[in-house]
């Protein structure tokens, strides 16, 4: 009698728990892998946001997210969201928290210690709609989020990512366009800074082309004591995105950013608005042109490609300058099998050090439908890496390398 209690409470309370979770949303990210490299071990990834990631990439990386839409009445709505990402390099089955140390093979009597594995909260917001009058899709926020992110996905590079945590109100009809507007906390070390994000989006143009515009300006908040030890300067990052739809059976997108200070140390450095340099003091100023996008010049073919040029130059020292060209062709077998090319190359000034790169890969996928989007996708490949400039690059004497591996990504 008493097992048929206890097999009952037990059905009772996984029903329950199913049914608790069939309300909550679980989204997030992945990606992992395995491989091995000709000279160093395992995987190398090499500069992949200037040669592309793909067959260039040797982390466990994943993002949980778990969101509610906790109230919903009289059109009025608050949804509450959350996730963490965690990481570790995948060497081993057991990655804990605790730090793996090893001797140092070039010198025993150094011990080199790192974390296997570590975790990070990325978000804890919440989102209220209907409290603006005819406005059902302007939204009231704060917490910590993602915020309205832009990136170029074959380079994982993100050219405009100002998330973290404030408030804000998004997506409020003004003209033929939508306008939000945010403060989100952007400290440099030890000394706060805000950014005040001012965005208006969805401008439409000619036929299926429209625009985003967006001004971000960091403000150092320096206590009496930070302001008497160091100069600290301001800075301002301009953003105009202008999308092309139906672009070739896909879209293109032409990004040109202007930025000063802390922000303009970022435009060569490929930053994405955010890690503001508070004590950037050189008078830098920086600028980038990117244009990038995903095209299908045939029901087997898919294109996706970015090219970005950047420049920041100072007051007191030579200019910064990268170049990048990336490009990803997709052959598709059927739904679920494709070819997979990507070549990438940069050639970069910094202060007068030259470094030049580029990579080559070739992967089978096995993906969960034919779009170039469709995830998870299942790839085996073999990639090859060469440095120009550095010699050493790889190893001593080594400027190429070589990855071959298998990688899943993941996206729900």
């Known amino acids: 009698m008493n097992k048929i209690c206890l097999t009952a409470a037990a059905v009772s309370a996984a029903l329950m728990s199913a049914a608790a979770y069939a309300e909550v949303d679980f989204h997030g990210y992945m990606r992992a892998g395995v491989g091995v490299s000709g000279e160093n071990g395992s995987t190398v990834a090499y500069e992949k946001n200037k040669v592309g990631r793909l067959g260039n990439e040797n982390d466990v990386y994943g993002e949980l997210g778990l969101g509610k839409e906790v109230y919903n009445e009289n059109g009025k709505s608050f949804y509450l969201d959350s996730m963490l990402a965690v990481t570790s390099n995948g060497s081993n089955d057991w990655e804990g928290t605790s730090p793996s140390c090893e001797v140092d093979s070039n010198d025993p009597s150094k011990v080199n210690c790192k974390d296997d594995f570590t975790a990070a909260l990325r978000q804890f917001n919440v989102v209220a709609k209907g409290f603006i009058a005819g406005d059902q899709d302007a939204a009231v926020w704060a917490g910590k989020r993602f915020y309205q992110r832009h990136d170029i996905h074959i380079s994982d590079f993100y050219y405009w990512d100002t998330s973290g945590a404030g408030a804000g109100l998004e997506n409020l009809s003004v003209g033929p366009g939508k306008m939000s507007v945010a403060v989100i906390r952007d400290d440099s070390g030890e000394v706060n800074v805000n950014n005040f994000d001012l965005r208006y989006a969805g401008l ?198 070589y990855n071959i591996g298998a990688q899943v990504e993941a996206w729900w």
């Not at 050189?282 to 040029?309: F, K």
């Open 204 to 401: 439409s143009l000619w036929n299926d082309a429209s625009l985003e515009l967006g001004v971000n300006y960091g403000l150092v908040n320096a206590t009496d004591a930070q302001d008497a030890a160091s100069d600290f300067n301001d800075g301002v990052m301009l953003t105009a995105e202008l999308t092309q739809g139906g672009f070739l059976d896909g879209f293109n997108k032409t990004v040109l950013q202007f930025g000063t200070e802390g922000y303009g140390e970022q435009m060569a450095g490929l930053g994405a608005g955010h890690y503001f340099n508070a004590t950037s003091n050189d008078g830098a100023q920086g600028y980038r042109l990117i244009n990038w996008g995903v095209i299908a010049p045939s029901s087997t073919w898919e294109i996706g490609h970015q090219l970005i040029y950047a420049n920041t130059s100072y007051d007191s020292k030579d200019d910064h300058t990268i170049i990048s060209a990336v490009i990803r062709p997709e052959y598709k077998w059927n739904d679920n099998v494709k070819t997979i090319f990507e070549a990438g190359y940069y050639d970069e000034d910094n202060s007068g050090v030259d470094k030049s790169g580029s990579k080559l890969t070739i992967a089978q996928a096995l993906t969960a439908g034919p779009s170039f989007w469709a995830r998870p996708e299942l790839r085996f490949y073999a990639s090859y890496l060469s440095d120009y400039d550095n010699d050493n690059a790889f190893g001593t004497g080594n400027d190429t390398e």
